[in-house]
């Protein structure tokens, strides 16, 4: 079935560093990426939808300079947290959606998620 | 607004027993999922549902579709506490009429945690 593969699994930096997370789609092509983020027992909120080559498109209170996202190829996203603060620890996840043919749970595929720690 | 509710929130169950969790939508859609996430992991897919009438299952877990009542329903048999984890369900908006958000994506509940004791 259809695999993205999310690092780093784990992070923790300091105040005011950047952090990259990578989500590679392994054996499709991600038109489509979702990142998002969950609060300790909270549900999933999505940050931005990128598609390959486009700019990504923000949900409503999420800052586009903070969280900046690149989808330079069908099978590469990231999301940089840049001047990380400790309000942005959390748990990030990456969804993939590709071509029919090759994604499996129905048209999404999640990666195995980041905990970002911000000391 | 568009919202996905899941009822209950917390569960707590003795193995053995049944019970329903419920998904009610706001929406029109004909696409819905259910996950399962266990602390600190991401999401495991259970089900997609696609149509009206869809009923599907795995093991002790069945879960169905009725896209006119806007309700999904994830139906535990006899639990067990391998069980234990926290639920959501999540409607497709790329099946949602008149909705103009984002380049279709899911909505969630808010989950609904399950623990299952001897």
């Known amino acids: 079935g259809a695999v993205v593969s999310q690092h780093p699994s784990r992070v923790i930096c300091k105040s005011g560093t950047s952090v990259k997370i990578e989500c590679r789609s392994l054996d499709f092509q991600a038109t489509t990426m979702f990142w998002y983020r969950q609060f300790p027992k909270k549900s999933l909120m999505l940050m931005a939808t990128s598609n390959e080559g486009s700019k990504a498109t923000y949900e409503q209170g999420v800052e586009k300079d903070k969280f900046l996202i690149n989808h330079a190829s069908l099978t590469l996203s990231t999301l940089t947290v840049t001047s990380a603060h400790p309000e942005d620890s959390s748990f990030y996840i990456c969804?993939?959606?590709?071509?029919?043919?090759?994604?499996?749970?129905?048209?999404?595929?999640f990666g195995s998620g980041t905990r970002l720690t911000v000391v | 607004e568009l919202k996905v509710e899941q009822n209950p929130l917390f569960l707590s169950m003795q193995e053995g027993k049944n019970y329903t969790i419920y998904c009610n939508y706001s929406?029109?859609?004909?696409?819905l999922y259910w996950y399962r996430q266990d602390p600190g992991k991401s999401l495991e897919s259970l089900f997609v549902l696609l149509s009206n009438g869809a009923v599907k299952q795995e093991g002790r877990l069945m879960a169905s579709l009725d896209t006119k009542a806007r309700l999904s329903t994830l139906h535990i048999t006899a639990a067990v506490h391998d069980l234990s984890a926290t639920y959501f369900c999540?409607?497709?908006?790329?099946?949602?009429?008149?909705?103009?958000?984002?380049?279709?994506?899911?909505?969630f509940g808010k989950g609904t945690k399950l623990s299952v004791k001897p």
């Open positions: 969804s993939a959606r590709g071509e029919k043919r090759d994604r499996g749970a129905g048209g999404y595929t």
């Open positions: 929406t029109t859609s004909d696409r």
């Open positions: 999540a409607v497709d908006m790329r099946k949602a009429m008149n909705y103009g958000g984002s380049q279709g994506n899911l909505i």
